[in-house]
């Protein structure tokens, strides 16, 4: 099992961040969840707030939305759709 994830983080209009990391934390409409390599699939609705991303290579990247989106993870592959988002780091 690799200790990676796919991520990508889109927009209606745009690709807002994508690539690969080892791990990925988002609010839900239930709460802050993390995401690792190996998570069980899962489908969530995103809250307004900031998706914290761990790249591959050990940087963050953080991209904020306001008005939350949907997360889905099957296979080690993280989408997020978002209605829109801006990186913030």
Same mark, same amino acid.
């Given at each position: 099992?690799?200790?990676? %994830?796919?991520?990508?983080?889109?927009?209606?209009?745009?690709? %807002?961040?994508?690539?690969?990391?080892?791990?990925?934390?988002?609010?839900?409409?239930?709460?802050?969840?993390?995401?690792?390599?190996?998570?069980?699939?899962?489908?969530?609705?995103?809250?307004?707030?900031?998706?914290?991303?761990?790249?591959?290579?050990?940087?963050?990247?953080?991209?904020?939305?306001?008005?939350?989106?949907?997360?889905?993870?099957?296979?080690?592959?993280?989408?997020?759709?978002?209605?829109?988002?801006?990186?913030?780091?």
């Amino acid at each position: 099992m690799t200790n990676l %994830i796919q991520v990508n983080v889109v927009a209606a209009d745009r690709e %807002i961040w994508s690539g690969e990391a080892s791990m990925v934390v988002a609010k839900t409409a239930e709460g802050e969840i993390g995401l690792l390599a190996g998570h069980e699939p899962m489908l969530a609705i995103l809250a307004p707030g900031p998706i914290r991303v761990t790249a591959a290579d050990g940087s963050k990247v953080v991209a904020e939305t306001e008005d939350g989106g949907f997360l889905s993870m099957e296979h080690d592959n993280v989408t997020l759709v978002v209605r829109d988002a801006h990186l913030v780091s």
